[in-house]
Each structure stands twice: as structure tokens, then as C-alpha cells.
């Protein structure tokens, strides 16, 4: 089922990476997301470390109606070298181009224990990790779907 509304000309796609570990802080893991700021619906993701290819990950993991939309993140570099020039932008915290996405992973935190930072309930399989986030976004997708479409 596809939970993603489609995307439109205008469309702006806020980049950013939250830090969350597997067994021990040692194994860190990095969710990587794009946010469509109009439809406030996660349109991609990733699930890596903080190197550019995790960033290519994530452009690849964007559906084509949401490609070649201008995208906004933080100076992270992997960001630059992974997204188109004439689309993607890099931007201070104090610019709010990211306020969105960055609001989002206090919601993902909220919702879900395993992201917590101290918590007693972290995850302890990178299998169930990547599940229980890959369920979180779907409902989560899911739930802004069909408030939009039932308006």
C-alpha cells in the first residue's frame, strides 16, 4: 500500500540525520530523512552511518514524483556532495529552512523508545530497529494521508 501523497512542483524536501545506536552506543546507527515540508510526509529514508554514501542512499530512496524537488539541510558536507547543486541548499538552524524535520525526530523520539536517549528499552537486533522504524514511518504516513484526503 502507498502511503505517500504525490508530490507537486513547489515541493521542498527538508534533509537531516538523527543518531541512535544498536547494543551499545558503540554501534551507532544514523536514520537519515526527507521530509516534503508541504505534505509533512516522510518521502524517504535511510538507515546508515554519516558518510556520503548514506546521503546517496537517501536520494535513491526517493519515489521519481518527489526527484529534482529543491531540498534544504544543515552544512553537513555528505549532503552537497550527494544532492544536485542547482536544487539543494545548505542552511544554518537559525534559517528554520529545517524546522520541520527537525520537529519530526522530537515526535520519532516521542512515539517510539528504542530512540530514546536513555532508555532502557534500546534496540538490540539492527533487523528489529530498522523494522520498528520502517513501521513508525508507514503508520506515520499513513495517518497524514488520510487527514489530507479526508478534508
Same mark, same amino acid.
Given at each position: 500500500?502507498?502511503?505517500?501523497?504525490?508530490? $507537486?512542483?513547489?515541493?521542498?524536501?527538508?534533509?537531516?540525520?538523527?543518531?541512535?545506536?544498536?547494543?551499545? $552506543?558503540?554501534?551507532?546507527?544514523?536514520?537519515?530523512?526527507?521530509?516534503?515540508?508541504?505534505?509533512?510526509?516522510?518521502? @524517504?529514508?535511510?538507515?546508515? #552511518?554519516?558518510?556520503?554514501? /548514506?546521503?546517496?542512499?537517501?536520494?535513491? /530512496?526517493?519515489? =521519481?514524483?518527489?526527484?529534482?524537488?529543491?531540498?534544504? /539541510? #544543515?552544512?553537513?558536507?555528505?549532503?552537497?556532495?550527494? !544532492?544536485?547543486?542547482?536544487?539543494?541548499?545548505?542552511? @544554518? =538552524?537559525?534559517?528554520?529552512?529545517?524546522?520541520?524535520?527537525?520537529?519530526? !525526530?522530537?515526535?520519532?523520539?516521542?512515539?517510539? *523508545?528504542? +530512540?530514546?536517549?536513555?532508555?532502557? /528499552? !534500546?534496540? $538490540?537486533?539492527?533487523?528489529?530497529?530498522?523494522?520498528?522504524?520502517?513501521? !513508525?514511518?508507514? *503508520?506515520? *504516513? +499513513?495517518?497524514?494521508?488520510? $487527514?489530507?484526503?479526508?478534508?
Amino acid at each position: 500500500m502507498d502511503t505517500l501523497l504525490p508530490g $507537486k512542483n513547489g515541493d521542498v524536501l527538508e534533509l537531516d540525520e538523527l543518531w541512535s545506536f544498536v547494543g551499545s $552506543k558503540a554501534q551507532q546507527l544514523w536514520l537519515w530523512v526527507a521530509l516534503c515540508r508541504r505534505t509533512r510526509q516522510i518521502v @524517504g529514508w535511510t538507515l546508515g #552511518d554519516r558518510s556520503l554514501q /548514506s546521503a546517496a542512499d537517501l536520494r535513491a /530512496s526517493l519515489p =521519481k514524483g518527489y526527484r529534482g524537488r529543491a531540498t534544504r /539541510s #544543515d552544512y553537513w558536507d555528505a549532503y552537497a556532495a550527494a !544532492f544536485p547543486a542547482r536544487t539543494h541548499r545548505s542552511c @544554518g =538552524k537559525a534559517e528554520g529552512e529545517t524546522c520541520h524535520v527537525e520537529r519530526w !525526530f522530537g515526535t520519532l523520539r516521542a512515539r517510539t *523508545n528504542r +530512540l530514546v536517549r536513555r532508555a532502557y /528499552s !534500546f534496540s $538490540k537486533c539492527a533487523e528489529n530497529h530498522l523494522d520498528a522504524i520502517h513501521l !513508525f514511518i508507514t *503508520n506515520y *504516513n +499513513l495517518a497524514v494521508q488520510q $487527514k489530507t484526503t479526508a478534508r
